[in-house]
């Protein structure tokens, strides 16, 4: 299927106390099956409002949203997003965490060691098997990422989608991380739309960058394929010329086309 | 070499129950560095900066408390209450008649009314707080009757408890449900309305049912605040109930105080005290360690 998830001329507005704020106008997507898809551009662009119309978490003001041919009406687990606060429940271990997902998707149709063993196989993706009775308050911040990858994945969800998971990590943690997850999305073929600010990331991790105007009224204004093979490897692209190709139209774009102004 | 001493047993399965609390980490020996205070040393270090304070402190109580009492010679000296303390403990529990019963008596018909008082103010109160802070409308709704009835002085609701109940009892355990509702209330309230918005995306993109949204996001993320407002609740009845029981009579330790005044049994009044005050350290202690047993 060419057009597994697609944005029609959605547009979205937010009614504030200073009136009607345009957040979004005529935005147009297709995201193809299996691909890494990067949202980027400056902040308050609206590229984290894509990504929750895509959830189902906003309704769009106008415009329509379609995931397999059928609109996206709300939320549902097979979106599954990763936030950028990775929103683990406290009160949970890591393990309770995605089990609670496990459990909300397959609990209809399996027994319980079916989905203990889905939990465990989620956790053990990551990296984390050893921490799964860990509460989130006793972990790193990477980790807690990472379990919050895991419960999105659990679900075997149609689509991931990624709200800036790395942004609040140190460099050296986003950098494993982004491999863990060029590794984990090779594996599961995952649809996968990522919302960063991070150029390097999204030339890294995707196969198509879009690039968003600035806001007010934001909308796509461009969509670089990059064509780099793969499996990448992070140390091999940083003497790749195709590598910095790419990075640079990003950069430019960013930097000389859509400026931010000093706020 | 000592990775030996980091190397722990990777849990291939977590335990069906998680560990109460994580297993201390092994403590390091490193060669060529000086060994630390031995234990000798450092429990002796501990009591003197946390042991010591308290019991200085109450000793100095004690030392105003006695020359106050030198002083003033209505008022009885620690010596005296003491003696009297251990005279009165000696028999708590004996029953002449209505109003002459035992201290022990006197504790358990006070903390039964607060008990009853309080727990009717919990049921009404929690599930109140969970439906005002949920449902906007309805916490608007409710928003000028709180902030109108709160601020009385709980004792003021006693003559309309008499009105409606015709009897004392039940009208000192409606001012101990009025006076620590309150707290239930608007901490409940607050504990909802502050549920973190991502916890309820999470729901949402699970699509949980109404039901497990409850049980297993929105209740255990307003237990802390519950716990808070449950404490303040009680606190605020065991302040009441004396005076409530002075107003009503009956058995309780506000009517012991009252009736010994009126004996001009001044140590046996400072007894109270101290029991007022010691009943209410435990609840609070209680409570406390209730809270750290949810505390995330």
Not at chain 1, 115 to 125: G, P
Not at chain 1, 152 to 158: G, N
Not at chain 1, 169 to 174: E, G, I, M, Q
Not at chain 1, 227 to 252: T, W
Request: aromatic share 8%; with cysteine.
């Amino acid at each position: 299927m060419d057009k597994f998830v697609q944005l029609q001329d959605v547009g979205m507005a937010f009614d504030t106390r200073q009136g009607r704020f345009v957040a979004l106008r005529n935005v147009n997507l297709d995201i193809r099956e299996g691909e890494f898809l990067a949202l980027i551009g400056h902040s308050g662009c609206g590229k984290s409002t894509v990504l929750n119309l895509i959830a189902g978490l906003l309704r769009p003001s106008a415009g329509v949203l379609l995931c397999h041919n059928r609109e996206i009406a709300g939320p549902g687990p097979d979106r599954g997003v990763v936030f950028q606060n990775h929103s683990l429940l406290p009160w949970l271990s890591c393990y309770g965490n995605v089990y609670l997902a496990v459990e909300r998707v397959f609990g209809a149709k399996e027994n319980r060691s079916m989905l203990k063993q889905r939990t465990h196989d989620a956790l053990a993706m990551v990296g984390l098997s050893h921490a799964s009775h860990k509460r989130p308050h006793e972990i790193s911040g990477g980790m807690k990422q990472r379990v919050g990858i895991a419960r999105a994945l659990a679900m075997q969800p149609k689509v991931l989608l990624l709200d800036e998971p790395f942004g609040a990590l140190d460099a050296l943690t986003r950098a494993h991380l982004q491999d863990e997850l060029l590794r984990i999305v090779a594996q599961t073929r995952t649809t996968t739309v990522m919302v960063t600010h991070d150029v390097d990331e999204a030339v890294l991790l995707s196969d198509r960058i879009v690039m968003m105007t600035n806001g007010p009224a934001a909308t796509v204004g461009e969509i670089l394929a990059i064509g780099l093979p793969r499996p990448r490897e992070r140390l091999a692209l940083a003497s790749d010329p195709a590598y910095h190709a790419a990075r640079n139209v990003v950069m430019d774009f960013l930097y000389r086309r859509e400026i931010r102004q000093a706020a | 070499m000592s990775t030996h001493a980091l190397s722990t047993p990777l849990a291939e399965d977590p335990p069906r129950r998680k560990p109460r609390r994580p297993a201390a980490p092994r403590l390091q020996t490193l060669d060529g560095l000086p060994p630390g205070p031995g234990r000798f040393n450092r429990s002796l270090h501990w009591l003197a900066f946390h042991g010591l304070p308290p019991l200085l402190g109450l000793a100095l109580f004690m030392l105003g408390w006695q020359l106050l009492s030198l002083h003033n010679t209505s008022l009885p000296g620690p010596a005296t209450t003491w003696a009297a303390a251990v005279e009165l403990f000696a028999d708590p529990f004996y029953d002449n008649g209505p109003n002459d019963q035992g201290i022990g008596w006197n504790i358990l018909h006070s903390l039964a009314r607060v008990g009853i008082g309080f727990g009717l103010a919990a049921l009404v109160g929690i599930p109140a707080g969970f439906i005002i802070g949920r449902f906007a409308f309805i916490g608007r709704m409710a928003a000028p009757i709180i902030s109108l009835l709160r601020p009385v002085s709980p004792l003021a609701w006693l003559p309309i408890g008499l009105l409606v109940f015709k009897a004392a009892g039940p009208a000192s355990i409606w001012v101990i449900f009025i006076s620590s509702i309150w707290p239930m209330v608007l901490n409940t309230a607050a504990g909802v309305a502050q549920v973190p918005q991502d916890y309820l995306n999470v729901a949402r993109v699970l699509k949980l049912p109404e039901a497990k949204v409850f049980t297993r996001i929105l209740f255990p993320a307003v237990l802390p605040h519950m716990i808070t407002g449950i404490r303040l609740a009680i606190g605020v009845a065991w302040l009441v109930i004396v005076a409530a029981e002075m107003l009503t009579g009956g058995v309780g330790l506000g009517f012991w105080v009252w009736d010994e005044w009126n004996n001009l049994n001044v140590a046996h009044i400072l007894i109270a005290i101290f029991v007022v005050g010691i009943v209410g350290l435990l609840l609070e202690q209680a409570l406390v360690l209730l809270a750290r047993r949810f505390e995330y």
